[in-house]
């Protein structure tokens, strides 16, 4: 699937732009920066679908890929949360669209939650996953930019996010370690997309 047709639909700035609910969806969320963005083009096997960028803000709106062709499924690429330096209002915009979204949408499958194997779980984060705790959104965690620490800092860094997971009732009780620099844990990262869409 992933060697087949792979395209960027469209970007959403607010809800109403949404794509028509035909097939299933998934969703990358996290922390801005953490590597959303890459872990799309990891993921796809291609550079440069979703953009990546050093400065964190770099997603600001919903974008949808197109898995496929005939259509399969689709991968929202959102904006990042927990982003301070942005203007007050702007963050708040991008917080409700993640929300409604998250919360809203039916054809959603599980959305994929990124945390960056250097900081482990945030506040921001814990918000995130109790909301999908309460909206019943089946959830997976998966530990971003691994190459980035060393081996008993991450193995420390993913025995506390685990025990963290085990707390949240929508989420699934293993994690993924990934590295979209090394190509860390994309095989994995693959089988558990085709799993939530159930292909
Ligand atoms: P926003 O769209 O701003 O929320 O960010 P994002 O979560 O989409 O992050 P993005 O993929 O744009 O990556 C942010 C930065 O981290 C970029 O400079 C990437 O090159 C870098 N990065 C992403 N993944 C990895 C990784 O696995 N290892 C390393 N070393 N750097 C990474
Ligand atoms: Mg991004």
Known sequence: IFSGPISFLKSAPQLQFLPEPTVPEI???GRSNVGKSSLINALTGRNGLARTSNTPGRTQELNFFDIGDPLIFRICDMPGYGFAKAPPK???????????YLRGRQVLK?????????????????????????????????????????????????????????????????????????????????M???DAVQI
């Open 27 to 29: 969703a990358f969320a």
């Open 90 to 100: 702007v963050v708040q915009k991008w917080r409700y669209l993640i929300n409604d």
């Open 110 to 190: 599980r959305t994929f939650v990124l945390i960056d194997s250097r900081h482990g779980i945030k506040n921001t984060d814990e918000d995130v996953l109790e909301m999908l705790d309460k909206a019943a959104v089946s959830y997976r965690i998966v530990m971003t930019k691994a190459d980035k620490v060393k081996t008993a800092a991450l193995e420390a860094t993913k025995a506390k996010v685990l025990a963290e997971a085990k707390k949240h009732p929508a989420a699934h009780p293993d994690l993924i370690v990934t590295s979209s620099e090394k190509k860390q844990g994309i095989d994995e990262l693959r």
């Open 192 to 194: 558990a997309v085709l």
